[in-house]
């Protein structure tokens, strides 16, 4: 199984479990820019709408979809605040 492959695995077994609160740990490390579109899109932002979801990642591409962001190095806060006002 490709880590992609694994990446959406997981991804579908938090989902199964219904939860209100949802930990995503960089599930888009392993996927291309379509799939890692359609899961912040379709999952993060359609499916878990009204959950709270704590996202770490690398992909900055998607920071416009959240809420909150905080900005880390080597454990500690560079820069924190609402979705759009952090850049």
């Known amino acids: ?10 991804l579908a077994r938090a989902l199964y479990s219904q939860r209100d609160i949802y930990f995503l740990d960089d599930i888009l490390s392993a996927v291309d820019v379509h799939v890692g579109e359609f899961i912040m899109n379709q999952t ?3 499916y878990l709408k009204g959950k709270t979801v704590v996202m770490p990642t690398h992909a900055i591409k998607f920071t416009d ?7 880390m190095k080597k454990g ?12």
């Open 44 to 46: 993060v932002k359609g």
């Open 1 to 10: 199984m490709s880590g992609g492959q694994k990446a959406r695995l997981g």
């Open 65 to 71: 979809m959240a809420d909150d962001i905080v900005i």
């Open 76 to 87: 500690r806060i560079l820069l924190a605040g609402r979705g759009r006002e952090v850049k």
